[in-house]
């Protein structure tokens, strides 16, 4: 693509900003000793939505603390991952969260064993399938770019060249939902693979899920290590 045509359409790039997929880092604190349980309760709130077993774990966790827990992980993928550079009216920002809430729902995984690594230290084994939905996307949304480069260039836009890029750009913007769903829709799954999460005794006695390898597991299993520019 030539750079008159990256001046004009949205950078078409899956913007990673894992950063923000870690807010939950650091501050799951379980008490009692079975791992396992422990990892699975972690996942189920931060891919699933569901909290019960995770509050009932952590200690001062409330089921209403736990929610938002999970809206500021799948909002901030969806904010930093899918619409990076794109914007979007609060309806369809809130179409594309529910999308996004379905991909993370519908994500592949199974907590299996665990072993003790060391005094306080358990790594226990997911096996993950990663899903492909992001490099769907990609290709959708370099599709949506070329198709609107060449109403451009059959001068199907009219007004300044302002004016045409604010036409590009809404037109580009308003693909998204649709294409995010498309994408959502048509999804597969790689080969299954096992990565770790350690669960590790902190200072004050009480287990905690790593919050690094947390935000790992979230970067591979969405595929966003592949979709780096």
């Not at 179409?95 to 519908?106: A, N």
């Amino acid at each position: 693509m030539d750079n008159k045509k990256r001046n004009i359409i949205i950078a078409v790039s899956v913007s990673v900003v894992v950063a923000v997929l870690a807010v939950i880092a650091g501050i799951r604190i379980f008490g009692g000793f079975k791992p396992e349980r422990y990892v699975s309760a972690v996942l189920s709130q931060t891919m699933k939505g569901e909290v019960g077993a995770v509050t009932r774990m952590t200690k001062g966790l409330t089921e209403d603390e736990a929610q938002i827990q999970y809206e500021i992980v799948v909002t901030g993928f969806m904010n930093n991952v899918i619409l990076s550079d794109v914007s979007l009216s609060d309806t369809q920002k809130a179409e594309c969260l529910e999308i996004c809430k379905k991909i993370f729902k519908d994500m592949k995984y199974e907590v299996k064993d665990s072993e003790k690594a060391g005094d306080g230290v358990y790594r226990v084994s997911v096996q993950i399938q990663s899903s492909d939905v992001l490099q769907k996307m990609k290709t959708l949304l370099e599709a949506e770019t070329e198709r609107i480069y060449a109403k451009m260039e059959a001068a199907e836009y009219q007004g300044t060249l302002a004016e045409i890029e604010k036409q590009m750009k809404k037109e580009y913007a308003d693909s998204v939902p649709a294409i995010l769903k498309k994408a959502y829709e048509t999804m597969e799954y790689q080969t299954a693979e096992t990565v770790v999460l350690t669960v590790k005794k902190g200072d004050n006695g009480l287990y905690g899920v790593d919050g690094a390898e947390l935000n790992d597991f979230i970067v591979k299993i969405l595929g966003l290590t592949t979709n780096q520019d």
